[in-house]
């Protein structure tokens, strides 16, 4: 399978513990995104990189998140002192340049 | 901001009915717009898209035309089949100079069950 792959599909935590999801893009993707899809809502842009770099964080993503590719390859996303309100769908989708978003299935986060 | 209105699910019909989803944006300057399919257990799938007024994207029986004078993108499909069952997302992606055009922006999505 040589699609976007993500880790793990799903985590149960209580709240005030961190968490942390990877992302395995397709391999010759420079494009890497993060969103979050909460029940009844369509998915919402978090951040994105372009090879290593990451060139715009939304306003959603307050300091208790952190994403990083360090070598422009897989991505983790990071949640410290997780809330009840962080419990979402984390999405995450590779591309080329200018070209289509091939999604992975999500990480499903439930704090309790 | 850019924003994206999708009718309101469920939606539920019986096989070979015809299936219209509405979508309206909101964007200034000409955005590209899309459908994205979410089957059961699996990931975001771009469905079709166009990219400029009057451009009508297909795929797999579905079709939507790109109209600029009533800003809409709706989605039809003239038979359906119990495999459309998915939840179906419009979207767009504004366009900006330089090729930065990497954020996508989602109506809420409408499920879409299909009975035999």
């Known amino acids: 399978d040589t699609g976007v792959s993500q880790d793990p599909r799903h985590k149960i935590t209580k709240r005030g513990q961190n968490v942390t999801f990877r992302c395995d893009p397709i391999s010759e993707h420079n494009r890497l995104y993060w969103y979050r899809q909460t029940l009844g809502q369509g998915p919402e842009f978090l951040t994105y990189f372009q090879n290593e770099a990451q060139l715009e964080k939304s306003r959603l993503l307050s300091d208790r998140f952190s994403a990083e590719r360090p070598k422009g390859s897989f991505s983790t996303l990071e949640i410290q002192r997780t809330e009840q309100g962080d419990s979402a769908m984390y999405l995450c989708?590779?591309?080329?340049?200018?070209?289509?978003?091939?999604f992975g299935e999500g990480s499903r986060l439930t704090v309790l | 901001g850019d924003s994206v209105t999708q009718m309101e699910g469920p939606v539920t019909l019986s096989e070979e009915a015809f299936l219209t989803i509405n979508c309206t944006y909101t964007?200034?300057?000409?955005?590209?717009l899309f459908w994205y399919v979410q089957y059961p257990g699996e990931g975001l799938q771009l469905l079709l898209k166009a990219t400029k007024a009057d451009d009508k994207g297909s795929n797999k029986g579905f079709e939507a035309t790109y109209r600029k004078e009533t800003t809409s993108f709706h989605l039809e499909k003239g038979s359906v089949q119990v495999s459309d069952s998915a939840v179906y997302f419009c979207?767009?992606?504004?366009?900006?100079?330089?090729?930065?055009?990497?954020?996508?922006?989602f109506g809420k999505g409408t499920l879409l069950t299909v009975n035999p």
């Open positions: 989708a590779s591309s080329l340049a200018t070209g289509e978003l091939f």
């Open positions: 979207a767009l992606i504004q366009r900006k100079s330089g090729g930065s055009n990497y954020k996508l922006t």
């Open positions: 964007a200034t300057g000409y955005p590209s």
